[in-house]
């Protein structure tokens, strides 16, 4: 259950300035600059993964093998931490080529990689699944309340500086992340970081982890650098707005799966029919409860935008958010299907060839669909994304599935 709590107050975390943006900043900016906001917070987002690198999904294995073998974990830690300072030195430099092919404003790609850094290095990868993950959680938020505080008190004596709203909350952000590290590295008695080399196999040892989390990342935070490209900063504020909307319903899903993942991984070991129980009770929750919610949004679609924008010429973007919100069910009976079937059965290779097939063609029909129908034709994209990727998923899950039945036949 701390696991579980730990696990919604980070999904939070991430979650809460978005929409303090949304709800607060949106009034004293002009519509520019919301715009570059909502675009720094875009590409915070998609530069916090590559500095994450998927090592939440693939490092708790490793330490909870070096601890039942009786060893110290140091190595492991400053390994990772080497990594992840490397991963981040490689991200400054391709901010640099965004900046310059994409003519974006230098002092707003620093400040995304800030923010980057801020959520990519919590230690979340080596507490999860244990219960202390849940004082990194709330240690972070104290921080993001801090840097929320500061920024409305800023903007309600007058300030609007978009760069200095990104600025200020980012580094109170960074600040927590600094904290969290020198709490793990003094619990473990860490007190240096691991040499390049060692840090660089790590990162070859785990590609395939990464590839899985950067393609999902292709079809999800990477759009905000494609709308870039074509539209205005006030209409890529307006998508992101919503889309942020969305993905908060659908985020929801994360925690839980994450949570019954450990869980399905014993019961599939155990036994594959029990386990299939299990896992069919699941997916009806996950699909009826996913289905009620998107029902729902869409027939309330017109007073929820009223209610995000408080401007009644915003309803010609109420279509947006129709679009968008038939994602949530393709997202959550995903989410059954990959998370708590294809990796608890070793079906790593299947999900990340599936994502990285469905970020590809997010890209390239993206580039296409945008440059003509603009916003609009980026969340009918993200739909069909979504629809492939549960479509895959159900073909490689119900072959797996047959090969049981005749293997036991």
Same mark, same amino acid.
């Given at each position: 259950?701390?696991?579980?709590?730990?696990?919604?107050?980070?999904?939070?975390?991430?979650?809460?300035?978005?929409?303090?943006? %949304?709800?607060?900043?949106?009034?004293? $900016?002009?519509?520019?600059?919301?715009?570059?906001? #909502?675009? /720094?917070? /875009?590409?915070? @987002?998609?530069?916090?993964?590559?500095?994450?690198?998927?090592?939440?999904?693939?490092?708790? &294995?490793? +330490?909870?093998? &070096?601890?039942?073998?009786?060893?110290?974990?140091?190595?492991?830690?400053?390994?990772?931490?080497?990594?992840?300072?490397?991963?981040?030195?490689?991200?400054?430099?391709?901010?640099?080529?965004?900046?310059?092919?994409?003519?974006?404003?230098?002092?707003?790609?620093?400040?995304?990689?800030? *923010?980057?850094?801020?959520?990519? =290095?919590?230690?979340?990868?080596?507490?999860? /699944?244990? +219960?202390?993950?849940?004082?990194?959680?709330?240690?972070?938020?104290?921080?993001?309340?801090?840097?929320?505080?500061?920024?409305?008190?800023?903007?309600?004596? /007058?300030?609007?500086?978009?760069?200095?709203?990104?600025?200020?909350?980012?580094?109170?952000? *960074?600040?927590?992340?600094?904290?969290?590290?020198?709490?793990?590295?003094?619990?473990?008695?860490?007190?240096?970081?691991?040499?390049?080399?060692?840090?660089?196999? $790590?990162?070859?040892?785990?590609?395939?982890?990464?590839?899985? @989390?950067?393609?999902?990342?292709?079809?999800?935070?990477?759009?905000?650098?494609?709308?870039?490209?074509?539209?205005? !900063?006030?209409?890529?504020?307006?998508?992101?707005?919503?889309?942020?909307?969305? +993905?908060?319903?659908?985020?929801?899903?994360?925690?839980?799966? +994450?949570? =019954?993942?450990?869980?399905?991984?014993?019961?599939?070991?155990?036994?594959?029919?029990?386990?299939?129980?299990?896992? &069919?009770?699941?997916?009806?929750?996950?699909? =009826?409860?996913?289905?009620?919610?998107?029902?729902?949004?869409?027939?309330?679609?017109?007073?929820?935008?009223?209610?995000?924008? &408080?401007?009644?010429?915003? $309803?010609?973007?109420?279509? %947006?958010?129709?679009?968008?919100?038939? @994602?949530? !069910?393709?997202?959550?009976?995903?989410?059954?299907?990959?998370?708590?079937?294809?990796?608890?059965?070793?079906?790593?290779?299947?999900?990340?060839?599936?994502?990285?097939?469905?970020?590809?063609?997010?890209?390239?029909?993206?580039?296409?669909?945008?440059?003509?129908?603009?916003? $609009?034709?980026?969340?009918?994209?993200?739909?069909?994304?979504?629809?492939?990727?549960?479509?895959? #998923?159900?073909?490689?899950?119900?072959?797996?599935?047959?090969?049981?039945?005749?293997?036991?036949?």
């Amino acid at each position: 259950m701390y696991v579980f709590f730990a696990q919604i107050l980070l999904l939070i975390n991430n979650a809460v300035f978005s929409l303090f943006s %949304i709800f607060f900043l949106m009034s004293p $900016l002009s519509k520019i600059d919301f715009g570059h906001v #909502m675009y /720094g917070l /875009g590409l915070a @987002t998609w530069m916090a993964v590559i500095i994450e690198y998927g090592f939440s999904l693939s490092l708790p &294995k490793y +330490r909870s093998e &070096k601890i039942q073998e009786g060893a110290r974990l140091n190595e492991l830690i400053a390994t990772t931490l080497s990594a992840k300072l490397l991963l981040t030195l490689a991200l400054s430099c391709i901010g640099v080529i965004f900046a310059v092919i994409l003519n974006i404003p230098p002092s707003l790609i620093f400040l995304a990689i800030l *923010l980057g850094m801020a959520q990519g =290095l919590l230690p979340v990868w080596f507490y999860q /699944g244990q +219960r202390q993950l849940l004082l990194v959680a709330l240690i972070d938020a104290f921080f993001i309340v801090l840097g929320i505080a500061i920024v409305y008190y800023y903007t309600s004596w /007058g300030g609007k500086s978009f760069i200095a709203c990104l600025f200020v909350y980012a580094l109170v952000r *960074l600040f927590s992340a600094l904290v969290t590290n020198f709490i793990l590295m003094h619990q473990t008695a860490t007190i240096q970081l691991a040499k390049l080399s060692l840090a660089i196999n $790590l990162l070859v040892s785990e590609k395939q982890t990464f590839i899985y @989390t950067l393609a999902g990342s292709l079809y999800t935070s990477f759009n905000v650098v494609i709308l870039g490209i074509f539209v205005s !900063p006030m209409l890529i504020g307006i998508y992101i707005s919503i889309e942020r909307l969305i +993905r908060l319903f659908t985020s929801m899903i994360a925690p839980m799966t +994450r949570t =019954l993942y450990p869980r399905m991984i014993n019961e599939f070991k155990r036994s594959k029919i029990e386990a299939m129980k299990v896992w &069919k009770k699941i997916l009806l929750f996950y699909l =009826l409860g996913s289905s009620a919610i998107t029902v729902c949004a869409f027939l309330m679609s017109d007073n929820i935008i009223l209610f995000i924008f &408080k401007d009644d010429s915003y $309803l010609v973007y109420a279509n %947006i958010f129709q679009v968008l919100i038939f @994602t949530i !069910p393709c997202i959550a009976v995903s989410n059954v299907l990959g998370g708590l079937f294809m990796l608890p059965n070793n079906m790593e290779k299947q999900a990340s060839s599936i994502l990285l097939v469905a970020g590809t063609f997010n890209v390239l029909a993206s580039l296409v669909i945008v440059n003509f129908f603009g916003i $609009l034709g980026m969340a009918e994209v993200v739909l069909v994304v979504e629809i492939l990727i549960l479509t895959l #998923m159900s073909y490689f899950v119900s072959r797996k599935i047959r090969g049981w039945f005749y293997a036991d036949s």
